[in-house]
T-cell receptor, first 109, second 114 residues
């Protein structure tokens, strides 16, 4: 069953702007991961944040995790047209990854 | 990083035929592999967990007789869609467990049933 719910479902921004996507989940987790998927392609792992971590950075990506609210956010700074893709959060708790519905990001040049 | 391959990348078949999709871990051994299905503009839904040397574990609502999974070796799991119908058209993605935190995903197989 799906656990994560991304918000918004779709997001359109101008190149150079920041993009923020949110993810909420229902049960306790060991970690939460963010993936990117270009249209019709496979998944690209972006970042993993463990349940005892609150914030993590990787290049232009910043992920936060609030286990009390069961939510996470992914911030992409200085977006580029190449960032156009669907972004999924996925949670894990001694189980296979369970994916959210995803956010479709469009970055307009 | 670890690599997982899938074959074929794309397949078109006639309704009623069976299609086999292979998932291979190329540089590591995987006792567990996972099969996901993704319909257009939707998320990935876990179909089953493939266990080397034993029966697969299917998620609720997934017909085990329709989606046959075989995990005969530590580097290969196969998913056979039997008697495929147009509603089985989807993007099938496998992943191989890389430990407690990581799953490595294959590039996916797009199935179109006519």
């Amino acid at each position: 069953s799906q656990q994560g719910e991304e918000d918004p479902q779709a997001l359109s921004i101008q190149e150079g702007e920041n993009a923020t996507m949110n993810c909420s989940y229902k049960t306790s987790i060991n970690n939460l991961q963010w993936y990117r998927q270009n249209s019709g392609r496979g998944l690209v792992h972006l970042i993993l944040i463990r349940s005892n971590e609150r914030e993590k950075h990787s290049g232009r990506l910043r992920v936060t995790l609030d286990t009390s609210k069961k939510s996470s956010s992914l911030l992409i700074t200085a977006s580029r047209a190449a960032d156009t893709a669907s972004y999924f959060c996925a949670t894990r708790r001694n189980t296979p990854l369970v994916f959210g519905k995803g956010t479709r990001l469009s970055v307009i040049a | 990083g670890a690599v997982v391959s899938q074959h074929p990348s794309r397949v078109i078949c006639k309704s009623g035929t069976s299609v086999k999709i292979e998932c291979r871990s190329l540089d590591f051994q995987a006792t567990t592999m996972f099969w996901y299905r993704q319909f257009p503009k939707q998320s990935l839904m876990l179909m089953a967990t493939s266990n080397e040397g034993s029966k697969a574990t299917y998620e609720q609502g997934v017909e085990k007789d329709k989606f046959l999974i075989n995990h005969a070796s530590l580097t290969l799991s196969t998913l056979t869609v039997t008697s495929a119908h147009p509603e089985d058209s989807s993007f099938y993605i496998c992943s191989a467990g890389g430990g407690a935190e990581t799953q490595y995903f294959g590039p996916g197989t797009r199935l179109l049933v006519l």
